[in-house]
T-cell receptor
Framework: NAGVMQNPRHLVRRRGQEARLRCSPMKGHSHVYWYRQLPEEGLKFMVYLQKENIIDESGMPKERFSAEFPKEGPSILRIQQVVRGDSAAYFC?????????FGPGTRLTVT | AQTVTQSQPEMSVQEAETVTLSCTYDTSENNYYLFWYKQPPSRQMILVIRQEAYKQQNATENRFSVNFQKAAKSFSLKISDSQLGDTAMYFCAFMKGGGGADGLTFGKGTHLIIQP
């Protein structure tokens, strides 16, 4: 059973560009979560999704950030018009019920 | 809102020693879950151990065990016979219970260094 997959592992974007981060949950897991980790800090919850539904987006910035988990395909975290402050590691986790298993993360660098 | 506090930014012990990492949390919930995650230099988040708040028995996974004190809202991690591969950041995390999964609230982490 493959683990949670994230791609790309590293992403470099210039200010103003769009970043798309992908997450494929573990087989059989219907819950997906996105977290952001700034340097020297713990992970901060952003959004929780189930197939075709956003369950909790209380941790998402109000502008430029969006997330989806379509019926088919991976979950996508999209950041529009990136700024330097968006540079961070973004982790996806999936869960069958309550234990969350993390992917390897995507390190986003905004230049 | 929940908060998780890890008061030890860094700890260092000799290989084979036992080390305890502390974690306290604040919540008004009665039903919740607690976790310890390990983040080695590879940055992969690895689930070390989990505890359901309704269970009185402390969780154990091989060399890893917890001391869960619900009344004191304390959830410490004990690593016995520490190994070089245990060197990592360790994060304590909280999740509300009640029917469906929820986002995790993490502490700021403890950097554990195992010295040879």
């Amino acid at each position: 059973n493959a683990g949670v997959m994230q791609n790309p592992r590293h992403l470099v974007r210039r200010r103003g560009q769009e970043a798309r981060l992908r997450c494929s949950p573990m087989k059989g897991h219907s819950h997906v979560y996105w977290y952001r980790q700034l340097p020297e800090e713990g992970l901060k919850f952003m959004v929780y999704l189930q197939k075709e539904n956003i369950i909790d987006e209380s941790g998402m910035p109000k502008e430029r950030f969006s997330a989806e988990f379509p019926k088919e395909g991976p979950s996508i975290l999209r950041i529009q018009q990136v700024v330097r402050g968006d540079s961070a590691a973004y982790f996806c986790a999936s869960s069958p019920q309550w234990e969350q298993y993390f992917g390897p993360g995507t390190r986003l660098t905004v230049t | 809102a929940q908060t998780v506090t890890q008061s030890q930014p860094e700890m260092s012990v000799q290989e084979a020693e036992t080390v305890t990492l502390s974690c306290t949390y604040d919540t008004s919930e009665n039903n919740y879950y607690l976790f310890w995650y390990k983040q080695p230099p590879s940055r992969q988040m690895i689930l070390v151990i989990r505890q359901e708040a309704y269970k009185q028995q402390n969780a154990t996974e091989n060399r890893f065990s917890v001391n869960f004190q619900k009344a004191a809202k304390s959830f410490s991690l004990k690593i016995s016979d520490s190994q070089l591969g245990d060197t990592a950041m360790y994060f304590c995390a909280f999740m509300k219970g009640g029917g469906g999964a929820d986002g995790l609230t993490f502490g700021k982490g403890t950097h554990l260094i195992i010295q040879p």
